[in-house]
Each structure stands twice: as structure tokens, then as C-alpha cells.
T-cell receptor
Framework: NAGVTQTPKFQVLKTGQSMTLQCAQD?????MSWYRQDPGMGLRLIHYSVGAGITDQGEVPNGYNVSRSTTEDFPLRLLSAAPSQTSVYFC????????????FGQGTRLTVV | KQEVTQIPAALSVPEGENLVLNCSFTDSAIYNLQWFRQDPGKGLTSLLLIQSSQREQTSGRLNASLDKSSGRSTLYIAASQPGDSATYLCAVDFGNEKLTFGTGTRLTIIP
């Protein structure tokens, strides 16, 4: 069982570069989301999606874009990387109704220099 | 504002002891509450999910309770082992399609 798969695991970017963090799940979950984790601040929601074609902003959306063209995939795009985006990024998925247990990927550690 | 708090931030316990981790939340109208474990440099592993209508859930040596009226959840770990050392995170779904996380309790089990 693959669960939630994130790539890459590590990435170093220069300020101003763009990149896409990939997230895929094989559990047919409707709900997918992206969080960033910073020391002392816990996990904060960036963007989320309740189904293909539907996305919405979370707590800290600035500087990030998402799209949801399929149920399985939910990529996160950094448009112009800034040092403040240095963080660990986690993708999660869950059912939207009933037992909505959330499952997380292993994370992407991003450093912007 | 809907918030989740975990105190203490760090806890050290001798091996074999039973222990309790605390989670408090500001709004009693929750949909569910989930406990996670995070090892250093790793992702989050789901431990237990408690639905709003439930009072507790058990998995092996772990027992999680939920008291919505007081805005509290506890994670009880029986007969602690060094392998239980990790950061434990509490997350609440307030019914707004988002999980709100506490900042976690870093648990160290001393052999």
C-alpha cells in the first residue's frame, strides 16, 4: 500500500526559482491538502481540495498555487521561491465524509537560499 | 479563534511507566480529533481517530479519550518503551474541512 507519496524528499532552490512539489494518493480520497511545518509553529494549512477541479486557500496560501485535475494528484507550485518558504512540506489525504482519518506523506524538506 | 494546545512541550519518563499526553481545544463543536506520532525527520503517522460521538478509542497500549464539554483529549500510553520516543501531535477537525494542529509534545522514554 503506497498511501500518500511525495516527491522530492529534499530540494534546494535559489531565490526566485520556481518548482512543483508532487503529491499522489492511491486511496481514492476526495480530500487532499498541503501543510508546512516550521519549528515552534506547528503545521499550517496552505491549500486544500475537496475533489477534482476544486481548490481553496488555507491559512498561509501566499506564494503557492495548486490544482487538482485528478482525484489522485495534488501538486503544489512555488511561483518564485523566497527564503521564508524554507520549510518542511507535507501532503495529506482523507475521505470527505464518514471516518475522515487523515494520512500524511513523508514530507519534502525545502531550502531556499 | 479555534486553537489547539498541547502542554507540556516536552516530557521525559522512565521506561515502563504509564503516561498521559494532553490536548486542549477552544471550541467544543468538533467533528473529530486525531492523534499522530512524528519521528525526527519523518512524516506523521496516524495513531488514533476519535469521532465526535465517541468518548475513547484504543489501539494496543494506546488509549485516547475525548471530553468535548471541557475541550480536552488525552493520549494514555501504557508500559512505555524507548521506541515510544517521538513527538506526539493532536489535530482537531472543527467541521470546517481543515485540521488544526497543536505544536506537539516531544516524548523521551529513558531506558
Amino acid at each position: 500500500n503506497a498511501g500518500v507519496t511525495q516527491t522530492p524528499k529534499f530540494q534546494v532552490l535559489k531565490t526566485g526559482q520556481s518548482m512543483t512539489l508532487q503529491c499522489a494518493q492511491d486511496m481514492n480520497h476526495e480530500y487532499m491538502s498541503w501543510y508546512r511545518q516550521d519549528p515552534g509553529m506547528g503545521l499550517r494549512l496552505i491549500h486544500y481540495s475537496v475533489g477534482a477541479g476544486i481548490t481553496d486557500q488555507g491559512e498561509v496560501p501566499n506564494g503557492y498555487n495548486v490544482s487538482r485535475s485528478t482525484t489522485e494528484d495534488f501538486p503544489l507550485r512555488l511561483l518564485s521561491a523566497a527564503p521564508s518558504q524554507t520549510s518542511v512540506y507535507f501532503c495529506a489525504s482523507s475521505r470527505l465524509t464518514g471516518v475522515t482519518e487523515a494520512f500524511f506523506g513523508q514530507g519534502t524538506r525545502l531550502t531556499v537560499v | 479563534k479555534q486553537e489547539v494546545t498541547q502542554i507540556p512541550a516536552a516530557l521525559s519518563v522512565p521506561e515502563g511507566e504509564n503516561l498521559v499526553l494532553n490536548c486542549s481545544f477552544t471550541d467544543s463543536a468538533i467533528y473529530n480529533l486525531q492523534w499522530f506520532r512524528q519521528d525526527p525527520g519523518k512524516g506523521l503517522t496516524s495513531l488514533l481517530l476519535i469521532q465526535s460521538s465517541q468518548r475513547e478509542q484504543t489501539s494496543g497500549r494506546l488509549n485516547a479519550s475525548l471530553d468535548k464539554s471541557s475541550g480536552r483529549s488525552t493520549l494514555y500510553i501504557a508500559a512505555s518503551q524507548p521506541g515510544d520516543s517521538a513527538t506526539y501531535l493532536c489535530a482537531v477537525d472543527f467541521g470546517n474541512e481543515k485540521l488544526t494542529f497543536g505544536t506537539g509534545t516531544r516524548l523521551t522514554i529513558i531506558p
